[in-house]
């Protein structure tokens, strides 16, 4: 069984940002600090679950980006994938996730994967469209934000749990191949260890070029972003402490901060 | 600044990683353990050894890594940023303290039965020199391993061990001879749950208080005799080679812990306005801060040098204890120095600085004391 695990790299979002000067994305610097997009850590640890109580799965990641990404599929190494894919999308800055679904579309279609992840959305971005965009360019049934999976090899069946409003769970069985989205919660994703670590290092990539062909002309344009505007305001208590307690606890309980 | 001369990409994807892992496992539950005066050992290796921070350095045969000291390097400086110094010692007592005597003298049992498992982090190890009687002058140690047939009888008591309450074995060292002189010493893995094996109390310290430190009581214990380290008599040479892994740990801690000091001092002083301007501004106490730096940088120097060296195969015995000796110098000047600076705030329990005081006063006085330093270092300039 092969499966090939999405991830993104994406800016630590700890380290100070600033806009480019378009005001189109975020001004990438010698000092910009990137990582792992953390709901792609789910899905890289729910297919190391898979392969550890699955023998003779192997685990492919992928990138799709500049050089820097490469970083990322290292990263995926460490924790334990079997090979990395680099796919060299020279363009920085926004990307719509119809490009880079297209991409990795391009490249799983040649590979017979059996099971894609993809984490339930990027942290940058929080679209969510890459992994549904995927499964329909390879025409794949797809399940998104998936609480808990049960593989049947024999069958070629995947049943899966996704988390909808409320608390809902909805079950259905999709046939393989297959691509899910994985919801955080779902395990805890694990350290790379210091052996892996080692052989990621020394390991190559795949590397592949993007490619351009049957690339559909964008539906969607980046007008612009901008920093999030400023909301916070300072109120000053009144009153004796006992006032000002009880002014707090209606504050607090206006705001649903305490249960 | 300079780093990449010595550590490649390599060596920094493994930093990174047990950085995070320092950030996200141990430093949010620092203060609990504190507090409580213990942590919990066995959970904590268990996670490092799952992930082999535990045998950097050993044989992949017994599940290490089988890496360099540049790496060995890497995993004491990380630990270094742990806040507080019991969690670090007590990591650098499993791996550069009670274990290094089984992987260079150990016997194939050993190494499989106890130094594997300490890898794995399924074992947490101690090491139990000090004796009410006897601690830096090590000769003078009266627990006594008397040979009977196939076993040996442990009878004594070993004090300020780290690690002691949860130990699931000791590397020991006992007399095996009364005869005077160097070889009348031997080491020996003591597994704590045998019979005879007594926690006569958990000790209470000034400083590396999530550490627990023990005294431990030895009363007619049988050990296997295929728990002897190496050659019997040979124990005293061998536990001072262990110390130089355990004097060296303490040098990149210090190194890393007092940059961590000055950077916590720093910051108060930019925000403490005394007399209408922040303390930083203050001539006196910027002069002293850069002396400190100074001196760091010179310890972190000869860390490296003495990691060349090791690499190289030469002996490191002088440097080493040059190196114990100006941490614990330095250590002593500056946690109190740097306490200062924080007026009455230092002395308050709740300011990381404060523990930082307590902490660091272990580092001239365990392992071998300043003074012991000086006494081998006098010795080998020939005076």
């Known amino acids: ?259 | 600044m300079g780093s990449e001369i010595y550590f490649t990409k390599e060596h920094e994807m493994v930093r990174k990683a047990i950085r995070d892992f320092v950030n996200k496992e141990i430093n949010p539950y620092v203060d609990e353990w504190e507090e409580k005066g213990i942590a919990p050992l066995h959970e904590i290796f268990k996670k490092m050894g799952d992930l082999g921070f535990l045998g950097m350095r050993y044989d992949e045969k017994y599940g290490g890594e089988g890496l360099d000291y540049w790496y060995e390097l890497v995993l004491l400086e990380e630990i270094g940023h742990i806040r507080c110094g019991g969690i670090p010692m007590a990591i650098a007592v499993q791996t550069n303290m009670a274990t290094p005597a089984i992987n260079e003298f150990g016997s194939e049992y050993l190494k499989e039965k106890y130094m594997k498992p300490a890898i794995k982090g399924d074992m947490v190890a101690a090491i139990a020199v000090t004796e009410p009687d006897a601690g830096s002058d090590v000769a003078a140690i009266r627990t006594t391993a008397t040979k009977n047939g196939n076993h040996y009888i442990l009878n004594g008591s070993k004090t300020f061990i780290t690690n002691g309450t949860q130990a699931d074995f000791l590397t020991l060292l006992a007399r095996t001879s009364d005869n005077p002189g160097y070889h009348s010493f031997s080491l020996f893995v003591v597994p704590t749950k045998l019979p005879g094996f007594q926690v006569s109390k958990k000790l209470d310290k000034l400083g590396m208080r999530s550490s627990d430190t023990a005294e431990l009581y030895f009363d007619n214990m049988k050990i296997p005799a295929e728990n002897l380290i190496g050659i019997e008599g040979e124990g005293f040479i061998q536990q001072m080679q262990q110390f130089q892994h355990e004097r060296f740990a303490c040098m990149p801690m210090t190194y890393i812990g007092a940059k961590d000091m000055i950077e916590e001092t720093v910051k108060y002083l930019r925000g403490r306005i005394v007399f209408g301007k922040p303390l930083i501004t203050k001539q006196v106490l910027r002069h002293r801060l850069v002396k400190w730096l100074t001196e760091i940088e010179c310890l972190k120097q000869l860390t490296y040098h003495i990691v060349r060296m090791k690499m190289a195969g030469q002996d490191v015995s002088r440097e080493i204890s040059m190196g114990k000796l100006f941490s614990g110098n330095l250590l002593d000047e500056m946690a109190g120095g740097c306490l200062q600076m924080f007026g009455g705030m230092g002395f308050m329990n709740e300011m990381l600085i404060s523990r930082y005081y307590r902490d660091s006063k272990l580092i001239s006085i365990g392992g071998g004391a300043s003074e012991v330093m000086s006494d081998i270092l006098s010795k080998l300039e020939g005076f």
């Open chain 1, 1 to 259: 069984m092969k499966i090939l695990v999405c991830i993104k790299q994406v800016v630590c979002s700890e380290s100070s940002l600033e806009l480019n000067p378009n005001g189109k994305w975020i001004q990438e610097t010698d000092s910009t600090e990137f990582r792992m997009n953390r709901f792609d850590e789910y899905a890289l640890e729910e297919a190391l679950l898979i392969k550890e109580a699955n023998p003779g799965v192997t685990i492919d990641v992928v990138s799709v980006g500049p050089n820097r990404v490469k970083d990322v599929v290292k990263k995926g190494l460490s924790k334990g994938a079997d090979n990395g894919v680099h796919i060299l999308y020279e363009e920085s800055g926004y990307c719509p996730p119809r490009k880079i679904a297209h991409q990795i579309a391009g490249y799983a279609g040649k590979q017979s994967y059996d099971l894609i992840l993809t984490g339930v959305m990027a942290e940058d971005d929080m679209l969510c469209q890459v992994g549904p965009m995927t499964a329909s360019l390879l025409s794949i049934p797809c399940a998104v934000s998936v609480i808990k999976e049960e593989i049947d090899l024999v069958n070629r069946m995947i049943t899966v749990q996704s988390e909808m409003e409320s608390g809902k769970v909805e079950e259905v069985i999709l046939s393989l191949p297959a691509l899910l989205t994985i919801q955080t919660g779902i395990n805890q994703p694990r350290y790379p260890s210091l052996s892996n670590i080692v052989r990621a290092n020394s390991q190559e990539l795949i590397d592949v070029q993007a490619s351009f062909q049957e690339e559909s002309p964008d539906k969607v344009t980046l007008l612009s972003i901008d920093y999030p505007a400023k909301s916070s305001k300072i109120c000053i208590l009144e009153g004796s402490a006992e006032e000002k307690a009880e002014q707090l606890l209606t504050i607090f309980h206006n705001r649903s901060l305490l249960k």
